[in-house]
């Protein structure tokens, strides 16, 4: 791995950790670490935009604040990252998300777990010198914004609203104000998980979605189960017109709120969990979705692709790695190049986070193989691999980003540093900008 120079300053993020019921001997917390790309369930944190031939992104940094940069592929530097705000603690669920909409303005969505949702604008397109305050999306009780354009001068925001399920608010005029809340998914009450992408096409944009729900974690399911948040099953839906009508796989259309006993379930996990990680599309707008099947009682984790087929969906095996929290990103630039980028190798053993590895598919996701250790030999832990949204149209040197730090709690060091690859890099590089940019 490429480390800075002298002339340079690297990112650094926050450190978090969650976490008490069911941990395995000598280990203090379910999980813990790096996590200035964290979670999976904010979407996207990174954007490609080839008007600029530039990749934006947003993190947690050290301090707990929403910050933004980007990379300049044409320069092939990094600007000086910008604070956009403050969030009351260090609770890492309350990082970042970004939309760069059609004109190029940045929306920067933060601070939201169990609360109101942050948003800011830039002044001027494609730029990050500046801000203003938008609307707040005021829930009381929202989590993990995922905002997307579907349909031009349009943003649609999905999130956790916990009761009642997973819902969606739109804005026409830049976010200075917000439409009223929808449910798009209700589950009895329970709390539910949801991954996200849209398509960067012609309007209206598709977009699709995956989730499971929350279940366990009861006192005494902890003590005679070993239960501990545990996430059940995957299931499916998706919009082709703006976010109006919700389909199933087979087009068949829903009625919202999706129920559990209507929702298109992709996956069973029966008594094991499931760790949702990431969703793609291929070229050809289909999805690809990335999830561990893990054993909650020993964090034995295997890594699965599924992909619609002429008969259903399709479960592929990728990988095995030792947490469930270990986190990756899926990039699918061909039908016969598909890659996995994961911290499938341990650093930490049991920790969340590790050696990052490169598995790749040449038959759309149905058999893998490793084909690079991309870290080795590190001393922390290497985790929350994020791919950046457009990345089929984007540059092979910023495919993904990931952070990276001692998974260890109490940490002998709170020191997070951001890392980048692609697949034009001989090597992973840690980020890093010139202090004047």
């Known amino acids: 791995m490429s480390e800075t120079t002298n002339a340079s300053e690297p990112f650094t993020g926050v450190w978090y950790c969650c976490g008490t019921a069911n941990v395995l001997p000598g ?3 379910v999980y813990s670490g790096p996590m200035a790309t964290y979670c999976m369930w904010h979407r996207p944190i990174a954007v490609y935009r080839p008007e600029v031939d530039k990749t934006f992104f947003v993190y947690g940094n050290a301090d707990n604040a929403p910050a933004i940069s980007f990379y300049d592929h044409a320069r092939g530097s990094f600007a000086r990252p910008v604070v956009l705000g403050s969030n009351p603690d260090g609770d890492a669920h309350r990082n970042p998300t970004l939309l760069v ?7 920067v969505f933060f601070g939201a777990h169990s609360d109101p949702t942050q948003v800011v604008r830039s002044t001027g397109p494609y730029s990050i010198a500046d801000w203003e305050r938008r609307a707040t999306i005021d829930d009381p009780r929202t989590s993990y914004p995922q905002p ?3 349909r031009p001068g349009e943003i649609f925001v999905s999130y956790r609203h916990t009761p009642p399920g997973w819902c969606f608010r739109r804005t026409t005029d830049g976010a200075a104000s917000w439409g009223p809340r929808q449910t798009l998914i209700e589950f009895a009450e329970r709390a539910i998980y949801a991954v996200s992408v849209a398509a960067t096409g012609p309007w209206p944009r598709a977009v699709h979605i ?4 929350l279940s366990g974690g009861t006192d005494e399911e902890v003590r005679t189960k070993h239960v501990w948040a545990r996430r059940y099953n995957v299931y499916y839906a998706w919009s082709d017109d703006g976010g109006q009508t919700w389909r199933r796989r087979d087009g068949s ?5 999706i129920r559990e006993e209507t929702a298109e379930k992709v996956y069973d996990c029966g008594q094991h969990g499931v760790w949702l990680k990431d969703i793609q599309l291929d070229p050809h707008g289909r999805p690809g979705i990335l999830f561990l099947d893990a054993d909650v009682a020993t964090y034995r984790s295997a890594w699965k692709v599924a992909r619609p087929e002429a008969d259903g969906w399709g479960v592929h095996d990728v990988a095995v790695s030792d947490h469930m929290y270990d986190a990756g990103g899926l990039v699918i630039l061909a039908e016969d190049d598909w890659r996995v980028y994961a911290p499938t190798t341990p650093s930490q053993p049991q920790e969340d986070g590790g050696e990052i590895d490169e598995w790749r598919s040449a038959d759309g996701g149905r058999t893998w193989r490793r084909t690079a250790q991309l870290t080795s030999g590190s001393r922390y832990s290497h985790n929350q691999v994020r791919v950046v949204h457009n990345h089929q149209a984007g ?15 109490p940490p002998a060091d709170r020191t997070v540093h951001l890392y980048r690859y692609g697949e034009a890099l001989a090597e992973p590089q840690r980020m890093a900008y010139a202090p004047g940019s």
Do not use: I, K, M, N
Request: overall charge negative; proline content about 3%; hydrophobic content about 40%.
């Open 27 to 29: 280990h203090a917390h």
């Open 101 to 107: 909409d059609a004109e190029g303005f940045l929306h």
């Open 148 to 150: 997307w354009e579907l």
């Open 210 to 213: 995956a989730w499971s729900r």
């Open 253 to 257: 259309a829903y009625e919202l709120p």
């Open 395 to 409: 540059r092979g040197d910023f495919r993904v980003l990931w952070s990276y730090g001692d998974s260890v709690s």
